[in-house]
């Protein structure tokens, strides 16, 4: 798997990257490059703390966010010459989630697999070591909350709205869809894909 993700997105080899989205010292306007990367780096945070907020609140991850954000990354990655690469991650992040979500739709919503796009995209462009990352932590960290919602005494998780209540108040309709039931994805999907773009820095 190494091997492959090595030849598929070949910008890690080189050694760590130096940015989220590298690019030359200057740009054709004389913009320093730093501050495009910033500004690239800000709006992808914005993005992704959007994203798991609906996903939190709503369990859905909206197609006109998810869309335009893989659009806005892979299209980025083209601008600065790392668009291979980008599109690299995508697919390799995208299509395990599609497999997944054609098996147990429940377990992995089509709002997840859209979001592997453009997330995909985006850790590419950290490097291999990034992408490996982003992908094995999500899941991870969505079944370690999943876990604690099996753990006792869990109210004051309950009520920052990450888990669904098990026992909801007399009056509401009990029910649930396994959507509305299921701990979201989401947020574990952007957290680790800036953690580890972060960490490649």
């Known amino acids: 798997m190494t091997a492959l993700l090595t030849n598929a997105i070949p910008v890690a080899s080189t050694g760590p990257a130096p940015g989220i989205l590298a690019l030359p010292a200057r740009t054709a306007g004389h913009i320093p490059a730093d501050s495009i990367s910033v500004c690239a780096e800000a709006a992808l945070l914005a993005w992704c703390v959007l994203l798991s907020v609906i996903d939190l609140r709503e369990r859905r991850l909206p197609n006109i966010l998810t869309g335009t954000g893989a659009l806005s990354i892979l299209g980025f990655a083209v ?32 709002g997840d697999m859209k979001l592997a796009v453009g997330l995909g995209g985006a850790a590419a462009c950290g490097g291999t070591q990034a992408w490996v990352w ?37 009056g509401l309709d009990t029910r649930a869809s396994p959507a509305d039931s299921a701990v979201p994805h989401g947020p574990s999907m952007c957290l680790s894909t800036v953690a580890a773009l972060l960490l490649a820095h």
């Open 134 to 170: 982003a992908a094995i932590t999500a899941p991870v960290l969505t079944a370690v909350v999943g876990v604690g919602y099996l753990i006792p005494r869990r109210h004051g998780v309950h009520r920052l709205g990450i888990l669904p209540r098990r026992n909801p108040p007399p």
């Open 79 to 110: 601008a600065t010459g790392r668009g291979a690469e980008a599109v690299a991650g995508a697919l390799l992040l995208a299509l395990p989630y599609l497999a997944c979500h054609l098996i147990a739709p429940a377990a992995i919503g089509a």
